[in-house]
Nanobody, 124 residues
């Protein structure tokens, strides 16, 4: 089991940027494909982006393309989510998650380990 901790959330104005970090312990992160998800009040958890083990291949839903970017530093056991041009509808709790498969993971059920989440609020 890998233990994940997200940091970097907070309050940002529309159009602003935030970078979230997800640091792993207990296992080597390079053995896991990673995903970022978010959940807003009253809504289902949704995929924000996913990246394979070596960081080369990534996927983002259309709403995030061009604004969000996932990167990973396996030497630091950390995955990042850079979010630019944030909108009020991006307000949610953001979670990172790990899966032991090799490919991209599009569904939350494909992930075995989850962080506790970090709140992102986009508001003026």
């Amino acid at each position: 089991q890998v233990h994940l901790v997200e940091t970097g959330g907070g309050l940002v104005q529309p159009g602003g940027s935030l970078r979230l970090s997800c640091t792993a312990s207990g296992r080597t992160l390079s053995n896991y494909a990673m995903g970022w998800f978010r959940q807003a009040p009253g809504k289902e958890r949704e995929l924000v982006g996913t990246v394979i083990r070596n960081g080369v291949l990534k996927y983002y839903p259309d709403a995030m393309k061009g604004r969000f970017n996932i990167s990973r530093d396996n030497a630091k056991n950390t995955v990042y989510l850079q979010m630019n041009n944030l909108r009020p509808e991006d307000t949610a709790v953001y979670y990172c998650a790990a899966r032991s498969g090799h490919g991209l993971g599009y569904q939350s059920g494909e992930y075995s380990d989850w962080g506790q989440g970090t709140q992102v609020t986009v508001s003026s």
